[in-house]
Nanobody, 120 residues
Framework: QGQLDESGGGLVQAGSSLRLSCAASGRNISDYNMAWYRQAPGKEREIVASISWSGAKINYATYSVKHRFTIIRYNAKNTLYLQMDSLEPEDTAMYYC????????????WGPGTQVTVSS
């Protein structure tokens, strides 16, 4: 399995923007549908957005995320991004990237994640 390294999180005020990055190694993200996930304190990890291997199909988990976040993949750099605009306190969570769950597995080891904290 490949490795992932997320970065770009931080402490920001509501209404701010952040751009998260996910650098992969050991496997090419171009072979997989990829996704961003997040886990808030006391909650289960949930999917935020997904993008097909070619970038042609994109899905967002909620209406709110769909109109504020943009998932981007740059296969040539083996990197996945999440542009987050108009951040809300409810977006506070640890953010992770990985492949979509398929055939009973994720195709990369989970990285350390990057913390996003949004103050009101």
């Amino acid at each position: 399995q490949g490795q992932l390294d997320e970065s770009g999180g931080g402490l920001v005020q509501a209404g701010s923007s952040l751009r998260l990055s996910c650098a992969a190694s050991g496997r090419n993200i171009s072979d997989y549908n990829m996704a961003w996930y997040r886990q808030a304190p006391g909650k289960e990890r949930e999917i935020v957005a997904s993008i097909s291997w070619s970038g042609a199909k994109i899905n967002y988990a909620t209406y709110s995320v769909k109109h504020r976040f943009t998932i981007i993949r740059y296969n040539a750099k083996n990197t996945l991004y999440l542009q987050m605009d108009s951040l809300e306190p409810e977006d506070t969570a640890m953010y992770y990237c990985n492949s979509e769950y398929h055939n009973g597995q994720y195709y990369f080891y989970w990285g350390p994640g990057t913390q996003v904290t949004v103050s009101s």
